[in-house]
């Protein structure tokens, strides 16, 4: 019986290869049930003018060219706008109506990452950021954040129409509404194509080049290549559905949590009065909102939500809606300056801080983060930040600033680079890493400096015929610093 390259393939090579890994990664893998895999074969297809005929099914081709992106989120941006912009026909596919990922649909989540060492990695992010920065009254609020360095509060509205805007005048093929859902094989290490649903049914996407941004690095499980999901228990991070709160005096507010900070005196009231108040939740993370009179919550903490599964998914977004509702009514009830408060808008979607991460050419470690580890021959993207290790398993959220605000280490470009596929490249969170230096590396502007890579390594190898792992990294790192990003923190 032949398979789609799928999950039972990984949970074989992972048995096969284990020693390649630490064996607590091993352990966790096999751990996990098989998945079903759908008995066809991928692999043999023909093509007939826009149409490809798989198992004798026919399925329009709407796109034949070099590079499809497949996400359309901060890692997913940077790497088309790159791939665009040096040529290449690029498609981009996202399965929401807006492009942004966690910048749009993270209600203003703060976009950060940008300024390793206090200097900018330039390139596509630091653009971006000038365009939210500059943007009248639409212009995002820089805050300087203790540990984590510069943050761009902004307002994700604004954000969906300044990002339309902006690949429209570029010229960027983009379909909404469009999510991948399937990968056709050339051969056992490189797609020929994807498959994508939406209304208009199924259809094919031929590239020469794929780049898998969409966060969960499903492009790469679906094609068999190797991945870790969460710690070395499994355990991933919580959710958060944000949301801003109207209706605020914020003054009030602020000079309360003063006294109150983190809201802990006012939560053992409402919990002595029998309020339901989650102690997941953490409200030390409510800020000041962009917009007057409004605080921006990042408070709800879903535990135990699996982002790769959607019937955990849809559980994490019943239960994070209606822990929004309790948290307002607990901010009416027990806080200063919020007894009129309001929801004035959500997330659109629980936002997912981790879920697989491609076993890949290269690995950031803990300890590369920690020791600051420079790879000035494999740099593509200088990175800080402090250990964000938010609500995993049953752990509480635990922030570790032991990386200096002045220093930075280097993500190296095997990290973008899956072992087992020779067409495809991760952008954004899903890259090789150990779990906790995802989470000092997963800042939304610093994803678009690794897409800028990804995109730019992508045209490479469309123009030179190679496989990713093959690209001349020096001549990377020559494009990429021709094209303003700052790979040696040198400006
Ligand atoms: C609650 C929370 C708080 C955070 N706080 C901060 C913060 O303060 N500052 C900061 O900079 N970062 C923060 N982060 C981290 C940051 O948001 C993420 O690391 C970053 O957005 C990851 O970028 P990405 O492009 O990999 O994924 P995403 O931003 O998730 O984008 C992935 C995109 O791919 C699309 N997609 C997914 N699957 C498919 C598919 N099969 N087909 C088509 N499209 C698909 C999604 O709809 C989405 O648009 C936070 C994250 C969360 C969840």
């Avoid at 994070?320 to 009416?332: A, C």
Wanted: net charge negative; with cysteine.
């Amino acid at each position: 019986m032949l398979y789609i390259r799928g999950e039972q393939v990984y949970h074989e090579i992972n048995y096969m290869r284990f020693r390649e890994l630490p064996c607590r990664t091993f352990f966790t893998r096999l751990n996990e049930p098989p998945r079903i895999i759908k008995e066809t074969n991928m692999k043999e297809w023909t093509k007939e003018g826009n149409v490809i005929r798989i198992n004798g099914e026919e399925i329009p081709v709407i796109f034949d060219g070099d590079v499809a992106v497949a996400g359309g989120g901060p890692g997913g941006l940077g790497a088309a706008i790159a791939a665009k912009r040096l040529g290449a026909s690029v498609i981009i596919v996202e399965l929401n109506g807006f492009l942004g990922g966690m910048c749009s649909y993270g209600a203003g989540m703060p976009l950060g990452g940008a300024y390793p060492g206090l200097k900018t990695i330039g390139g596509i992010a630091e653009e971006i950021l000038t365009c939210v920065r500059t943007a009248g009254k639409d212009a995002a609020d820089v805050r300087h954040m203790p540990l984590f360095g510069d943050w761009y509060f902004h307002d994700a509205e604004y954000f969906k129409s300044f990002i339309a805007k902006f690949v429209r005048e570029l010229g960027l093929k983009v379909r909404l509404h469009t999510m991948f859902s399937d990968v056709i094989m050339k051969d056992d290490r490189s797609l020929a194509g994807i498959i994508v649903d939406s209304k208009n049914g199924r259809e094919a996407i031929l590239a020469k080049a794929f780049i898998d941004a969409t966060g969960d690095a499903d492009v790469c499980a679906r094609a068999g290549a190797r991945f870790e999901k969460g710690d070395e228990n499994g355990d991933m991070m919580g959710g958060t559905i944000v949301y801003n709160l109207g209706g605020v005096d914020v003054d009030a507010y602020m000079a309360y949590i003063k006294e109150d900070p983190g809201l802990k005196k006012a939560i053992e009231k409402a919990h002595a009065d029998g309020f339901p108040v989650s102690d997941d939740d953490k409200f030390s993370s409510i800020h000041k909102g962009v917009r007057p009179n409004s605080l921006f919550m990042n408070s709800v903490r879903v535990r135990g939500v699996d982002g790769t599964d959607a019937d955990s998914l849809t559980e994490a977004e019943l239960e994070g809606r209606i822990r929004v509702q309790e948290e307002v009514e607990f901010m009416r009830a027990y806080i200063p300056g919020c007894k009129e408060a309001y929801i004035m808008n959500t997330g659109s979607q629980i936002g997912i801080r981790d879920t697989r991460r491609i076993i890949g050419e290269d690995r950031l470690t803990e300890k590369d983060c920690l020791d600051l580890r420079k790879r000035p021959e494999s740099v593509i993207l200088r990175c800080a930040g402090p250990f964000d290790n938010t609500t995993r398993g049953h752990a509480r959220t635990n922030v570790l600033n032991d990386i200096i605000m002045e220093e930075w280490y280097d993500i190296p470009y095997g990290c973008i680079v899956p072992k087992d596929l020779d067409n495809v490249v991760v952008s954004g969170r899903t890259f090789s890493c150990e779990c906790m230096a995802l989470t000092s590396s997963r800042g939304q502007a610093l994803l678009m400096g690794l897409g800028q890579a990804a995109g730019t390594a992508a045209k490479m190898i469309v123009d030179a015929g190679i496989a990713f792992k093959d690209v001349d990294v020096a001549a990377l790192q020559e494009q990429l610093t021709k094209d303003g990003c700052d790979l040696f923190g040198r400006e």
